[in-house]
Structures are given as structure tokens and as C-alpha cells.
């Protein structure tokens, strides 16, 4: 933590809550005021973004980063103790992933401190040579400056010092320009400062319309800018009239099929819309679910499948069979669970094809990239193995997880918002 915590130019740093729990603060609603503190008195800003930072961090600069790339290729020459802090992280971090050394996983909170103290160590540089003013964000720098040599000399030193530890900046992404700039997107900008009146049921609709028009309108103008699922999950507890909740999930639906990532927020706003008023019908929401995975499914965006089955799950509703089929050649292990558990509770026309995941139902597959699938389907009972063999015992690791009843998939939320229970008990994660 020291060393991740270590960088005056790092704005969001990870802390350790009272309950032990990893997380980064402040939230990124503190970058705004903090461009408008440090820009200040400059007339030029250097706005870069490292390149796929989590999947191109190179594990070994864990050690480089915690002790020093010189003090690492002395341990790997045997002129120091064969182990340091940073070499078992190293070691651990590859073990997560077939001994891979080049990314690790986006999400877990320890990558984010992984990254957040290989990125420090890129401060400290940067500080060294005079850099100073300005903050990093997450993996974007904002650099100030009184004139653009400067900013020009300073995205040499960020490239260079990058290197050093194999990361690169996202010449997309990376930009010098003169100030002053907008201090936040003024899409999101527009959408927070929005009022929809609820005193009668003709003023809201017609604010939700013209709340939407701006959002669509936004984000087609900052196509790389999250404006629509910002739009979607301003309104996720806000409850509307009866005469307008079928205009507000047409809304929300749009929003989904034009972008996916809205799904998380859609769901909650959807399943609240539809607790208040039952008699909302569910065909828009089975046709744009439909529409995502007949589009996204071919291509393997396990993403956006994956929360299209969520919602299928939550709201009930059946996949047709060329759906499960597309579905089921993803091959990818969260949509194929949540797919089996579709079929379980009878909302597949047609049950998923076993074959290929019985394939997988060996000790081999524990140890490799669909483990979660060799593993999950089997402790449920969704897919038997070809020899009928139990697999999961001849593995130690996976035979203790079963034997504490761990379920990584956690069905039982599912259960509890459709009012089902589900009839055996478990330890989800």
C-alpha cells in the first residue's frame, strides 16, 4: 500500500476500508474540481492515456516496480536472494493465467493495486525531471504547462519512462492542446443539470422525451464518452407515472440496444419499472434482448450476451433456439452457466447442445482457460461428463470447493428477484 500510495501526482489512490476492503478514492467526480485547481496560471495541457494498461502490464514489472529492474535481473543472475516481494507476485500473477506474463486481469482489486504501484513508480520518474504539475487519474495524465515546448519535452519523458516499465501511451488518446478546455464533458455536463418535473404525467413526458433527444444526441457527438449509461442511471430510482412507464422503457430500451453497457443499469431500472406497474408489457424488452444477442453472440461480445441472458433471467423470458444455439458456440464460460441455468428453469425453446461442454468436463480443463465452466456445470449438475467420471475429486483445489458448497455463480440473486427459490442452499461468490 505504501508503495502504491506513494505519488503526488496520482488523484485516486487505493485505501483499505475499515472491513479490509480494497477500493479506489476518492470517486472520479473529484477529477473536475482538480483540473479546475491545477490549471491555474497554464496555457498548455499534455492529456495521455496509457495503452490497454491492464492487459499490457508485463508481470515482471511488478519487481521493477516494488524493487528495481536492476535489483530483479541480479536475483534473476543469482547475485541475490532467489526470492523478493515482488518476484512471488509475479510468480502468483502468472499462475493466474497459464503462466502468461503479459497482462493481468481487468476487474479484481488487486490489479488495480498492481497497477496503481507500477504507475506510481512512473510519478516519482516524471517528478524527478520537474513534472509536477498536474494528476493521474486511474491510467490518464493530465500535464500542465506554460508553453507547449514544454508540454512537447515532458510526452517524450511520460513515453520514455513508460517504457521502461514495457507500457505504452494510446496515440488516440494522447493529445496537446491549448487551454482553457472544457472541465468536464459537457454531454454529461447537460444530462446532471437536466430537471424532469413529475407534478403531472404531460410535463414528465415531455421531459423524459427531451432528456433522451439530448442524450442520444450527445453521445453520438462523443461517441467515446458514456453519456447514455450516465443518462440511464440517473433515472434508476426514480419512479414515474403509470401513463408514462411505458415511454420510459421504450427510452431506456433504445439506449440499451444503441449502447450495451447501459444493461447494468437498465435491469434495475426495468425490474423496479415493472414491480410498480405490472401490467407493462415485456415484448420490448424480449425483442431488444433478442436483437443484442443475434448481433453480439456471432462476434463473441461475452459482455453484452451475458447481460442480455441477465435480463432474460430476471424478467422471465424464453430464448428462442437460434438464440441458444449462437449462445451456446460462444463457448464462453459466464454465458454458457448463464445459459444452463436458463434451460434449467425452462426459458430455453430448446436445450443448450452438451457435447462441446462435456468435453470439458475433465481434470485437464480445472487447470485451464474454462475452468469456471469445467467446474460450475458440474457441482450443479447442468452437464454430466462423457465417462461419468467425477473429475473434480482427482483435483484438490476444486474437491475443497465443493466440499464447502463455493458456487461462483450466484443464482440465487436471480431467485430472489423473480420471487422462484431456487431449492439447494449455497456459498456464492
Request: charged share 25%; glycine share 4%; net charge negative.
Amino acid at each position: 500500500m505504501s508503495k502504491a500510495c506513494c505519488s503526488d501526482l496520482s488523484l485516486i489512490k487505493p485505501i483499505a476500508t475499515h472491513t479490509g476492503i480494497l477500493r479506489r478514492w476518492p470517486h472520479l467526480d473529484a477529477v473536475p474540481p482538480k483540473r479546475a485547481e491545477v490549471r491555474v496560471g497554464k496555457t498548455t495541457l499534455l492529456s495521455a492515456d496509457v495503452s490497454r494498461f491492464y492487459p499490457s502490464i508485463y508481470t515482471h514489472a511488478i519487481e521493477w516496480a516494488l524493487s528495481s529492474k536492476a535489483a530483479a535481473k541480479a536475483r534473476i543472475s543469482g547475485k541475490r536472494p532467489p526470492r523478493t516481494i515482488g518476484a512471488e507476485i509475479d510468480a502468483l500473477v502468472q499462475a493466474c493465467q497459464n503462466g502468461q506474463t503479459r497482462g493481468i486481469p481487468i476487474g479484481p482489486a488487486s490489479s488495480m493495486l498492481l497497477g496503481e504501484i507500477i504507475l506510481a513508480q512512473v510519478d516519482l520518474s516524471l517528478v524527478g525531471q520537474g513534472i509536477r504539475t498536474g494528476f493521474r487519474a486511474v491510467d490518464d495524465y493530465e500535464l500542465l504547462f506554460d508553453d507547449r515546448s514544454g508540454a512537447e519535452r515532458a510526452l517524450t519523458a511520460l513515453e520514455d519512462v513508460l517504457a521502461e516499465f514495457e507500457l505504452e501511451l494510446n496515440p488516440q488518446k494522447t493529445r496537446i492542446v491549448a487551454l482553457p478546455q472544457e472541465l468536464e464533458n459537457p454531454g454529461i455536463q447537460e444530462l446532471r443539470g437536466f430537471r424532469i418535473r413529475d407534478h403531472n404525467r404531460s410535463s414528465e413526458r415531455s421531459d423524459l422525451l427531451h432528456f433522451f433527444t439530448r442524450a442520444f444526441a450527445r453521445q453520438r457527438e462523443f461517441p467515446d464518452k458514456s453519456i447514455l449509461r450516465y443518462a440511464v442511471a440517473a433515472l434508476v430510482d426514480r419512479a414515474v407515472h403509470a401513463a408514462n412507464a411505458a415511454l420510459l422503457q421504450s427510452l431506456v430500451l433504445q439506449a440499451v440496444m444503441a449502447e450495451p453497457g447501459v444493461w447494468p443499469f437498465a435491469v434495475r431500472l426495468l425490474s423496479e419499472l415493472h414491480k410498480l406497474h405490472v401490467s407493462l408489457p415485456l415484448n420490448p424488452i424480449r425483442q431488444t434482448i433478442y436483437g443484442i444477442v443475434s448481433k453480439c453472440a456471432p462476434v463473441r461480445h461475452s459482455s453484452e450476451v451475458a447481460w442480455s441472458l441477465w435480463a432474460a433471467l430476471i424478467f422471465e423470458i424464453v430464448l428462442p433456439e437460434n438464440s441458444v444455439n449462437a449462445v451456446a458456440k460462444m463457448m464462453d464460460d459466464c454465458c454458457a452457466i448463464m445459459l444452463f441455468h436458463m434451460a434449467k428453469r425452462d426459458l430455453c425453446e430448446t436445450e443448450p447442445e452438451a457435447t462441446p461442454f462435456a468435453d470439458l468436463m475433465d481434470a485437464e480443463s480445472l487447470r485451464g482457460p474454462h475452468w469456471l465452466m469445467s467446474y460450475e456445470l458440474a457441482v450443479r449438475d447442468w452437464v454430466k461428463p462423457h465417462s461419468g467420471a467425477d473429475h473434480i475429486s482427482s483435483d484438490s483445489f476444486f474437491a475443497f470447493l465443493r466440499e464447502k458448497n463455493v458456487r461462483f455463480y450466484n443464482s440465487t440473486s436471480v431467485e430472489t428477484l423473480t420471487g422462484r427459490p431456487d431449492e439447494e442452499e449455497e456459498t456464492s461468490y
